[in-house]
């Protein structure tokens, strides 16, 4: 049975529950309370070393990183609709889901910590660290929105490992008040993706 450990509100689980949907595959989800640090215990620590979600156990594999989890399903599950075999199709995926996880999804992951995983921990939002996020947030949207006037979906005429991956940092706005309304492209691709039936069997923000 694979196992997933993470928090329902983390856009990392996220993506990795929604592939999972996505591909019909059965699992155990194991909830961790971030906002009680149980990534901190020593059962967590257990399974992970850097103690951050999630974590895949399925077998004798534990694996931390949900790129890393992405990417292992795709191919134990040969899941190649959305991760091709041919080398030059996936190289452009994992583009796209290594500059989304490290740019514009991890702002937004950034402004969802000062609006509302600070609260969580007792802590005050920074308006200033807000400030600086939303001007990064603001020059790299544009390039985005343009790239997707033109296309359905991130890299290819349907949904791939990148889109999966990107759309949960993107809602990550949702916990914030940070609007995408200016960014139509974006926001349209946004609801095609929320109006999958797997996303919304998750029903992460109802």
């Given at each position: ?84 075999r041919n080398l030059e199709l ?117």
């Amino acid at each position: 049975m694979i196992e997933i450990f993470g928090h329902r509100h983390s856009p990392y689980t996220q993506r990795v529950l929604f592939f999972l949907e996505e591909i019909h595959k059965e699992y155990e989800f194991h909830p961790i309370k971030l906002e009680k640090k149980e990534h901190f215990k020593p059962y967590f620590r257990k399974l992970s070393l850097f103690q951050r979600v999630p974590v895949l156990k399925y077998g004798s594999l534990v694996l931390s990183e949900s790129q890393a989890i992405l990417r292992y399903f795709a191919e134990k599950f040969q899941a190649f609709s959305y991760y091709p075999r041919n080398l030059e199709l996936r190289a452009d995926i994992d583009q796209w889901m290594d500059h989304c996880s490290s740019h514009i999804g991890n702002h937004m992951t950034q402004l969802a910590w000062e609006f509302h995983w600070k609260k969580k921990f007792g802590l005050k939002k920074s308006n200033e660290q807000i400030n600086r996020i939303v001007t990064k947030l603001e020059k790299e949207l544009p390039l985005i929105d343009c790239h997707l006037s033109n296309r359905t979906y991130l890299n290819q005429a349907k949904v791939s490992l990148a889109d999966v991956s990107f759309l949960p940092l993107m809602l990550n706005s949702k916990l914030t008040d940070f609007s995408l309304e200016k960014y139509p492209f974006v926001r349209s691709w946004c609801d095609r993706m929320e109006a999958r039936a797997a996303w919304q069997k998750l029903a992460f923000y109802q």
